[in-house]
């Protein structure tokens, strides 16, 4: 059963249900509903940008990264600082460090439902685009119309590949 959230989700989207690919997909015949959901990640990331710095492509990668396999480093080390205090390094302070380590794990918690979230729509908008895509395919059969659309397609083996960054 879905919670209250969810549910509001569910309705805000105007989601239906339909199989797709031996699966149950969602799709939304509503683009108001997809507008409000829109407004609604927006406003969540409004309330949290004055919290979350913003870094550069540089500074992202000149920064140390605390990840699943260093979590545990980071969790040991600050242990033994609270039980070795002449040990605590001079540029922060254990309160601090504490908080740091908490929000670690915290964001880390959100990131991976985040990602799960993300997979799902990606996923749904795969498989409309497919249709869709289908769709179209299916009236550039008749060839005037063909003759319009495949302007779209011109050139296409020719396009210089964008190197992978």
Same mark, same amino acid.
């Given at each position: 059963?879905?919670?209250?959230?969810?549910?509001?989700?569910?309705?805000?989207?105007?989601?239906?249900?339909?199989?797709?690919?031996?699966?149950?997909?969602?799709?939304?015949?509503?683009?108001?509903?997809?507008?409000?959901?829109?407004?609604?990640?927006?406003?969540?990331?409004?309330?949290?940008?004055?919290?979350?710095?913003?870094?550069?492509?540089?500074?992202?990668?000149?920064?140390?990264?605390?990840?699943?396999?260093?979590?545990?480093?980071?969790?040991?080390?600050?242990?033994?600082?609270?039980?070795?205090?002449?040990?605590?390094?001079?540029?922060?302070?254990?309160?601090?460090?504490?908080?740091?380590?908490?929000? @670690? *794990?915290?964001? !880390?918690?959100?990131?991976?439902? =985040?990602?799960?979230?993300? #997979?799902?729509?990606?996923?749904?908008?795969? %498989?409309?685009?497919?249709?869709?895509?289908?769709?179209?395919?299916? @009236? *550039?059969?008749? !060839?005037?119309?063909?003759?319009? =659309?495949?302007?779209?397609? #011109?050139?296409?083996?020719?396009?210089?590949? %964008?190197?992978?960054?």
């Amino acid at each position: 059963m879905p919670t209250a959230y969810c549910q509001s989700l569910i309705t805000t989207f105007n989601f239906t249900n339909f199989t797709n690919y031996g699966k149950q997909t969602c799709t939304s015949h509503s683009a108001g509903g997809f507008r409000a959901g829109k407004n609604h990640f927006a406003e969540s990331v409004n309330l949290l940008k004055p919290y979350c710095p913003t870094l550069s492509a540089e500074q992202r990668q000149s920064l140390p990264k605390m990840s699943n396999g260093t979590l545990a480093f980071g969790q040991q080390s600050l242990g033994h600082a609270v039980n070795h205090p002449e040990f605590l390094p001079v540029h922060i302070g254990l309160e601090d460090w504490k908080i740091d380590m908490a929000d @670690v *794990a915290n964001i !880390q918690q959100l990131t991976t439902v =985040l990602g799960d979230l993300h #997979q799902l729509l990606d996923d749904t908008r795969l %498989v409309a685009g497919n249709e869709a895509y289908f769709a179209a395919d299916a @009236v *550039a059969g008749a !060839q005037p119309i063909y003759d319009e =659309l495949k302007v779209h397609f #011109q050139n296409r083996a020719n396009k210089p590949k %964008v190197a992978a960054q």
